[in-house]
């Protein structure tokens, strides 16, 4: 057995623990704003001028799918009749949360996950 059989099989292992586990590296792509930027507690910025980031997505109108993002994120505000700049259609409702919470970036990789959740955009308030 020489020294690449073992290292093989350890790579081998570890790939497919990763997939058991339900990672998907992938779905943290749906997240469009800089993660790096954000500290542990949730804010960005320095100084005196630390803020949460808001974030908004589109989810269908369907209450299960409301119940299941907001069971996710406490933080979360849904309405049914706005588009928000991400433009929801008229068959979805806007989901808006923000980063100021325990573990944000669990919660946006866990709604990053859901297959009805497209994309998760920063908001910004003008």
């Not at 800089?34 to 804010?43: A, H, P, S, V």
């Not at 706005?82 to 919660?107: H, N």
Request: contains cysteine; proline residues 3%; hydrophobic residues 35%.
């Amino acid at each position: 057995m020489s020294l690449k059989t073992p290292t093989l099989l350890l790579l081998a292992l570890l790939l497919g623990g990763c997939s058991t586990l339900g990672w998907k590296v992938g779905d943290m792509g749906k997240i469009q704003f800089d993660l790096n930027e954000i500290n542990k507690e949730g804010l960005r910025g320095s100084g005196d001028n630390m803020r949460a980031v808001s974030y908004e997505f589109c989810i269908p109108d369907k209450i299960e799918h409301v119940d299941q993002v907001m069971a996710i994120d406490p933080t979360l505000v849904v309405y049914r009749d706005s588009p928000g700049k991400i433009r929801c259609r008229t068959d979805e409702y806007l989901a808006i949360g923000d980063t100021k919470q325990l573990d944000y970036y669990e919660v946006l990789r866990k709604l990053a996950e859901l297959d009805y959740v497209k994309s998760i955009q920063e908001a910004t308030f003008e």
